[in-house]
């Protein structure tokens, strides 16, 4: 299952993100991983949520960051829910150029039983109908 965390700049969606992250912890029994683009709110989250600053690997495109999410799952097949904060910010990209990214997101979401919640800094006016089916 995909869900978008969405709004424009400055309307709460770190806040509920980390909120999110945080109380997950009780309701999964597999791992919890937070991936933002930098080490900003590293400690804001609970000591048991996985944190990785995926903007230390490189990605510039959703395709690397696709592989970036896979090699994750490869590595640990414990995890039950994937955070990611600052989603345009790691893929360097427009939300325009991602509807393959959530297409193949999706069907490894439903593959390897994995959520991903991803903050996205989008207008709902000018959001994708792609996108929208996500949206929470």
């Known amino acids: ?6 709004g424009k700049k400055g309307s709460g969606k770190t806040k509920k993100i980390l909120d999110m992250a ?7 029994k597999g ?7 930098d080490n900003r709110y590293m400690f804001d989250l609970r ?3 996985r944190f990785v600053n995926g903007g230390e690997y490189g ?26 904060d600052a989603f345009l910010k790691l ?6 150029e991602a ?9 490894l979401s439903l593959r390897h039983n994995v ?5 996205v800094n989008v207008d709902d006016a000018v959001a994708p109908d792609y996108l929208k089916k996500y949206f929470i």
């Open 22 to 28: 945080n109380e997950s912890i009780a309701q999964h």
């Open 91 to 96: 893929i360097k990209s427009d939300i325009n």
């Open 47 to 49: 000591h048991e949520v």
């Open 59 to 84: 990605c510039d495109s959703p395709d690397m960051f696709f592989g970036f999410l896979c090699g994750m799952l490869a590595q640990n097949f414990d995890i039950n829910v994937i955070f990611i």
């Open 115 to 119: 959520r991903f919640i991803i903050s």
């Open 31 to 37: 791992d919890v991983v937070f991936v933002d683009n």
């Open 1 to 6: 299952m995909i869900q978008v965390i969405h």
């Open 99 to 107: 509807e393959s990214f959530f297409t193949r997101l999706e069907a």
